[in-house]
């Protein structure tokens, strides 16, 4: 059994066999908890970050492209908010309202995506793929903005801007704290961020970002979590620190 970590940001990875997590990237690598882990480094830019035998966070070098070409849709100042009132599918546009109370399901066009209510249906992709340009997954706008999201059976999430931005956060919680888990399971199910990706951006936020039996996150500048920073490179300290037990 992998052992948790126990910080207000959890990143709990359940791959056995391919890389679990990976941050696209040239510049740092910096531990985000501090616990016993191994580094290792390869002749091909790859560093290794293991507290288990089954648990891996891996950097590479390496950029995937990310469908740069659809980014390049006009942006407009809409945001999109879910509500989950129909099911828990994110393709089903009765589930979404924006700020100007039309319901559209999320694309490069959409300012910013928010997930923040735990009280309806929770949000999924299932197997399909799925555009967006930022995404806040518990945003703490009000009291209660909770939220959740789960990619399975090979769903998809690129996060992208015009610019090559885009971030994901996973328990945002400003002004309010906020409650928030991302979890990516199955062969083929990927979130990819070209900017960067946060658990538990603030201290009193709670963050758990699962990714298992196969899946793949990506970061394309880095993983923040609860203040500390995933980048390749090197194993330097920086940052608010947590220390796992």
């Not at 941050?23 to 740092?28: C, D, T």
């Not at 959409?110 to 209510?117: A, E, G, V």
Request: charge should be neutral; aromatic fraction near 8%; charged fraction near 10%.
């Amino acid at each position: 059994m992998v052992k948790k970590l126990k910080c207000l940001a959890e990143v709990f990875c359940w791959s056995g066999s391919a890389l679990a997590i990976r941050v696209r990237a040239s510049q740092h690598w910096y531990p985000f908890c501090r616990c016993k882990f191994d580094l290792e480094m390869s002749d091909e830019g790859l560093s290794v970050l293991s507290a288990h035998p089954a648990l891996a966070v891996a950097v590479l070098a390496s950029v995937t492209s990310m469908a740069a070409g659809s980014a390049q849709a006009q942006v407009t100042a809409v945001n999109n908010y879910w509500n989950g009132t129909s099911s828990s599918d994110w393709f089903n546009a009765s589930n979404w309202i924006d700020n100007g109370g039309n319901h559209l399901v999320p694309d490069f066009r959409t300012n910013t995506t928010f997930i923040n209510t735990l009280t309806s249906n929770r949000t999924v992709i299932d197997g399909l793929a799925a555009p967006s340009r930022i995404v806040r997954i518990g945003d703490g706008a009000s009291s209660g903005s909770n939220g959740s999201l789960n990619i399975q059976n090979g769903g998809t999430l690129d996060v992208l801007t015009n610019s090559g931005g885009g971030y994901v956060a996973v328990g945002y919680g400003t002004p309010n704290p906020s409650i928030a888990a991302l979890t990516v399971t199955g062969a083929g199910s990927r979130l990819s961020a070209a900017g960067y990706m946060y658990v538990a951006l603030f201290d009193a936020n709670q963050g758990t970002m699962n990714v298992q039996n196969g899946a793949l996150v990506e970061a394309g500048v880095s993983l923040d979590v609860a203040g500390g920073r995933a980048a390749p490179g090197s194993s330097t300290w920086w940052g608010r620190t947590r220390y796992c037990g």
